[in-house]
C-alpha cells in the first residue's frame, strides 16, 4: 500500500465481498418466494394491497378453518408492522394443513424480504426465514414403525 488510492480500492473490494440484500419484484410489483415446512410447500406471491390473502384460489378463512393457523400466518406481518398493508396470492401443495400453514408462514416472510430488504431484521429476530428442518422419520425394516417393535412375549 504506497498510498491513499490502493486503500479506497480495498474498501470498494471489501464492501462487494458482503452483499448486501437487494430488492427483487417482477413487472408488476409483486415478490415471489417459495416456503416449505414438513413436506408442504408453498409458492407465495406478496403484493401491496388491503390484506386480502388467496390460498389455492379460495380465502384463507375457507383454506385454514382453525384460527390457530391463521394467526401463524399472520406472523410475519405484525413483526413487520405491516398488517393489512400487503395482498398474498399463494399455492400449497403437500403435507397437512399444519405444514401447509408453516409453509406458507415461511414463504410470507422470504418474499416479504424479497419486497423490503429492510424488513429482514425482524423477521430474522422471530426466527422466521429459518426453514424448520425436521420431517418424519422413515420406517426402518423389522420394525411397525420408525421406532415401534413387535411386542415382546416372554411364552
Same mark, same amino acid.
Given at each position: 500500500? &504506497?498510498?491513499?488510492?490502493? *486503500? &479506497? $480500492? *480495498?474498501?470498494?473490494?471489501t464492501s462487494q465481498a458482503h452483499p448486501t440484500h437487494e430488492r427483487k419484484? $417482477?413487472?408488476? =410489483? ?9 413436506? &408442504? /410447500?408453498?409458492?407465495?406471491?406478496? #403484493?401491496?394491497?388491503?390484506? !386480502? ?10 383454506? %385454514? ?10 406472523q410475519p406481518f405484525q413483526a413487520t408492522r405491516s398488517e393489512r398493508q400487503? $395482498? /398474498?396470492?399463494?399455492? @400449497?401443495? =403437500? ?5 401447509? &400453514?408453516?409453509? *406458507?408462514?415461511? =414463504? ?5 424480504? %424479497? %419486497? ?15 426453514? $424448520?428442518?425436521?420431517? @418424519?422419520?422413515?420406517? !426402518?425394516? =423389522? ?10 412375549? #416372554?411364552?
Open positions: 500500500m &504506497a498510498d491513499l488510492s490502493s *486503500l &479506497a $480500492d *480495498l474498501q470498494t473490494a419484484v $417482477d413487472g408488476q =410489483g409483486r415478490a415471489y418466494a417459495t416456503g416449505k415446512r414438513k413436506n &408442504a /410447500v408453498a409458492r407465495v406471491w406478496v #403484493k401491496p394491497g388491503t390484506g !386480502k390473502i388467496v390460498v389455492n384460489g379460495r380465502a384463507i378463512e375457507v383454506y %385454514f378453518a382453525r384460527p390457530v393457523l391463521r394467526m401463524l400466518i399472520n400487503f $395482498d /398474498v396470492t399463494c399455492t @400449497v401443495a =403437500g403435507g397437512g394443513l399444519s405444514g401447509q &400453514a408453516g409453509a *406458507l408462514r415461511h =414463504g410470507i416472510s422470504r418474499a416479504l424480504t %424479497f %419486497f423490503d430488504p429492510t424488513m429482514r431484521s425482524p423477521l430474522k429476530a422471530g426466527g422466521f426465514l429459518t426453514r $424448520d428442518p425436521r420431517v @418424519v422419520e422413515r420406517k !426402518k425394516y =423389522g420394525k411397525h414403525k420408525a421406532r415401534r417393535s413387535t411386542q415382546f412375549s #416372554k411364552r
